[in-house]
């Protein structure tokens, strides 16, 4: 959302496309290792914890940075930048592999979904990746098309310093969930 409304709608997508890399491989994970996955808490919990540094940076960046001004005139750089990100932030998301992990026990025993055959575990990979680049492509399209609404309603205040405080505010709950809510 934040480039888009800085006006770089193709920036947006590209990170979108680097966040459908961690979906392939931790529905892959989950399909083929959930047994062994949920043995290792330990690597669950790294995670966990990984993405407090990386919201928190994130945040802080944000807040230093200077404004981008507006426009979709994006340089190779900048695209690399783009998509590494939204496959650095996806790959650090602790809420995937549990996630295609419950997908995959609830859907188990129903006769529409029985993932036998190869092609049948190809079909379920594939689908979440691009299923996650159609649902951020949706918000991207969404975010362009009330841009003015949005930057009317935020131009109080500056976009890098709004994602900021987000970032950090996400850090602080990812934070506090892992130091009050109950270890199962």
Known sequence: MQNVLEGRRKGALLIGVGVCIPEFIY???ALFAS???LQKATLLKILEWGVVPVLLGMGIFNLVRKKIPAGDDTTPKQEATDFLKGMFISFLNPQLLPYWLMILVMLNGY???RITTML???GFIAGTGFGEFILISAV???????REFFLNKLKKWS???IFGWLFI?????QSA????MPKK
Not at 140 to 146: G, M, S
Not at 169 to 173: E, G, R
Not at 177 to 180: A, R, S, T, V
């Open 177 to 180: 969930k892992l130091f009050f």
């Open 140 to 146: 991207v399209a969404v975010t362009h098309r009330y």
């Open 35 to 37: 047994a062994w996955l």
């Open 111 to 113: 006769a529409f979904f």
């Open 27 to 29: 529905s892959a994970f």
């Open 159 to 161: 976009l890098n310093v």
């Open 120 to 122: 049948d575990k190809i």
């Open 169 to 173: 505010l996400l850090a602080a709950l």
